[in-house]
């Protein structure tokens, strides 16, 4: 991971500063409001055991079954491609989404195209892991107007474990961002046995309620992306885990919520 991050007036142009993608999705009603264009970018520090995109991870083209997974672009062809939407944007709220893989660790070509998507006016979301170094993280950060932050759980062993990083620099990062003002939800992936515990769940909006983080969303385990890891001939290690409780998870959503005020929304 590189760690000198340029400042802004040291960018170059648009149509010079190239980001390694693998899947623009145009009309997407997810990962932000309204009607929003998602762009994926492939690389990742993290290892996830439950990661439904597996092809996110390693930032270099690979094959992926016969298929070829990643490609370079400019930031300037991807904001030619997002301002087709405009008027959806207009219309719904909506925006584009920087997704991944993870948009911090290109965080040139993802500073590019939010620079640029901020001068046009459009509504800029990021999906993070919030692992980089600060310098780096708020060169990509300070435009956007939403912050889709993952904790993943508080535990700093079970994190190691589960994710191959410590969250250390996440939690640090998230506290700095919201003494920011920053507008940021934080998200939980809910993997059964590993990180849904009331008591993980319950110290997750507890570190929210003490940053003034006001959201948070929990987004149930599913097995999609199951069969991608055999396409990349790479193992998966949760075929055991079942199907998340909704029931349950809706029933201790309602009690972290009473408890300490942090709206919850359970997808
Ligand atoms: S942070 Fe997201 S993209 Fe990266 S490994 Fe974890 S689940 Fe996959």
Redesign the pocket.
């Given at each position: 991971m590189r760690y000198n991050c340029k400042k802004s007036d040291e960018l170059k142009d648009i149509a010079s500063i190239a980001g390694l993608i693998y899947n623009i999705q145009r009309y997407s009603l997810h990962d932000g409001p309204g009607i929003r264009t998602l762009i994926f970018l492939k690389g990742?520090p993290?290892?996830?055991l439950?990661?439904?995109?597996?092809e996110?991870?390693r930032p270099a083209i690979e094959h992926m079954g016969n298929d070829v997974v990643g490609k370079y672009v400019t930031a300037k062809e991807v904001i030619d491609i997002a301002k087709r939407d405009m008027a959806f944007y207009n219309r719904s709220g909506g925006g584009i989404t920087l997704s991944?893989?993870?948009p911090l660790k290109q965080y040139e070509f993802s500073k590019a195209v939010i620079s640029e998507a901020k001068r046009l006016n459009i509504n800029v979301a990021v999906e993070t892991?919030g692992y980089q170094k600060w310098d780096c993280l708020w060169e990509v950060l300070e435009e956007t107007d939403i912050v889709l932050y993952?904790i993943k759980t508080m535990d700093a062993k079970q994190h190691m474990e589960f994710?191959g990083v410590s969250n250390k620099l996440i939690l640090d990062n998230a506290k700095r961002l919201s003494r920011l003002n920053k507008n940021l939800i934080v998200r939980i992936?809910i993997i059964p046995e590993l990180n849904d515990s009331f008591v993980n769940l319950s110290k997750t909006a507890r570190f929210c309620k003490e940053t003034g983080i006001k959201e948070m969303h929990f987004l149930p385990y599913h097995q999609l992306g199951v069969h991608k890891y055999q396409r990349l001939n790479r193992e998966y290690k949760l075929n055991h885990v079942k199907p998340v409780n909704k029931e349950k998870l809706i029933d201790d959503a309602g009690k972290i919520h009473d408890k300490y005020g942090v709206v919850i929304t359970v997808y």
């Open positions: 990742c993290l290892n996830c439950w990661c439904a995109n597996p996110s991870q991944g893989g993870e892991s993952d994710t992936p």
